[in-house]
């Protein structure tokens, strides 16, 4: 199979050294400072949007019992379309996105327009690409028709 997709950085690790990153960018306030209050809510929303994707998805790979490791494909069983992964082939990396939106919201930084983009740059690239061969290759025409019927992304 494609055992090159073990050797990527899992994406729980890209996303915190993602966060990281931004935390340490310079600050280049999007709105002034007396717009806090709104800023705080926008990323809490944005953070319950990310914890329900997450979390979501989480809970359909447990109830199939397969694994949530990216890194270890060959563990996974069963092809999860059911709940979020109607919405979405990638629900948990839509709620690591969601969760930079929120963080960048809450820093109040500009950082965030470029940072964002290059995460999903990243997460495409050395992530999804490499798992969608993988399922392609083990669940083959199911996987297929689910590609059909579900965007990458939203």
């Given at each position: 199979m494609h055992s090159s997709l073990a050797l990527r950085i899992p994406p729980l690790i890209l996303l915190s050294?993602?966060?990281v990153i931004l935390w340490l960018l310079p600050q280049w306030a999007i709105v002034g400072d007396d717009n806090s209050v709104f800023l705080g809510w926008i990323s809490a929303g944005l953070s319950v949007l990310a914890i329900f994707f997450v979390g979501s998805a989480v809970i359909q790979f447990r109830w199939q019992q397969t694994t949530v490791d990216p890194r270890h494909p060959e563990s996974?069983?069963?092809l999860v379309t059911e709940g979020v992964y109607k919405l979405s082939?990638?629900?948990m990396y839509v709620g690591f996105v969601l969760f930079i939106l929120a963080f960048g919201v809450w820093l109040n930084t500009w950082a965030l327009l470029v940072i964002t983009p290059l995460f999903?740059?990243?997460l495409n690239r050395f992530q999804i690409v490499p798992e969608e061969l993988w399922l392609q290759d083990k669940f083959g025409q199911a996987y297929q028709a689910y590609?059909?019927?579900v965007r990458r992304w939203l």
């Open positions: 050294i993602t966060l996974s069983v069963h082939r990638n629900p999903v740059i990243y590609c059909q019927r």
